[in-house]
């Protein structure tokens, strides 16, 4: 029994390595090219694609390429065959995203809500607009691997509670009133950590600290294998480092924190307008909002500033308000530059690649993964 169970397990292991060399692979492949990359035999590579063909995970390209005289079938695999569903929570709306097992986005949408604190029950609002956007967008159930859920909150460390939401105003509350109504498998994370594994995993692949700049400010610090998560799940809460002693108001209930600084927040709120609006005026010289903005930009690098000199790594910037911030990356580089002794150039602060929706995409990665190790 326990020799049938290994065997079992090593042919698993082969299906899998060819899924993942399919999956991971930006070249032509082939059964032949299959056979020649993994050292597998021809026959137990026409096996296991049988087999994963069979599941609907792979298919033929439709591509041929002719290798050493004859004519080779291009292989891919089946991106849309499972799905998962990542929502983002913050005060005032939700995004949910369907992604596919490329992370690529199927379908999007976004609702806004009273805020949370102000609800009566969130979990049933939540729960009943996860199936209005399932059955608005024709998503098939039935190949949905599972729902993620990322919120601005700190996570107690045995998954049971939310400790602090500062910008949701909650505080120790149970993650069963987020997911007991959805019938669906439920994976929920803090939304810069989602946010930066994802971009780590997919696109940096080295050593990072990520820092969201959302409503709120968030961030995550990712070496070695995956992300540093700290004793009591808090590393990367850089939005509560301290930038100017005894400065504007935090939610948190503190002073001088970079999230009162450098949120979007704190331009809708002070300002009341919306941040397309904020950045054109500051395109055009507007002299309240350019005072607003060059503020924000020091702080900002202020921000970077420590994280650079904790950690010694690249600092990429992530979340909805970097959309605006291309044309104010050399300046705010050299703010940074100017408050770092060591080095002359920000030439390790990034813009991260994922700018849309990566929050959602990043929490919904969690279910792909998962899906992916089991083929
Ligand atoms: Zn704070």
Known sequence: MELEATITERRRQTRNSIYRHLYESRDFCSKQSLA?????????????????????LVRNSGEQRSTGGRRAMGLQIVPDARYAIGVSITETRLRFVAADLQ???????????????????????????????????????????????ALPAVIATDNSRITLAPTLHLRDITLQFLAKEIPYPTYIE????????AEWFLYWHRD???????????????????????????????????VEPGGLPCKCGKRGCLEAYCSAWRISDDLGIPLSEFFAGVERHVPE????????????????????????????????????????????????????PFEPSADYLHLSVMRRHTVPLGVALHFIQEFIETI
């Open 103 to 149: 992370l690529e986005e199927m379908a999007y949408r976004k609702v806004h809500h009273p805020p949370i604190a102000e609800m009566k029950d969130f979990g049933i609002f939540l729960a009943g607009e996860l199936e209005r956007f399932i059955d608005e967008t024709h998503l098939d159930r039935s190949r949905m691997l599972g729902v993620g859920i």
């Open 289 to 340: 909002y350019e005072t607003m903005w060059h503020d924000l930009l020091r702080h900002l690098a202020i921000g970077v500033n420590n994280i650079r000199m904790v950690l010694d790594c690249d600092v990429v910037l992530g979340g909805f308000l970097t959309q605006y911030l291309p044309p104010y990356m050399p300046l705010l580089k050299e703010y940074v530059a100017a408050g770092n």
């Open 190 to 197: 803090n939304d810069a950590t989602s946010g930066g594994y």
């Open 208 to 242: 990072m600290a990520y820092l969201l700049l959302e409503t709120g400010v968030g961030g995550a610090v990712l070496v070695g294998d995956g992300q540093y998560h700290g004793v009591n799940r808090r590393s990367g809460e850089f939005g509560h480092m301290c």
């Open 36 to 56: 020649r990359d993994l050292g597998l035999s021809l026959p137990t590579v026409y096996q296991n694609l049988t087999e994963l063909m069979h599941a609907g």
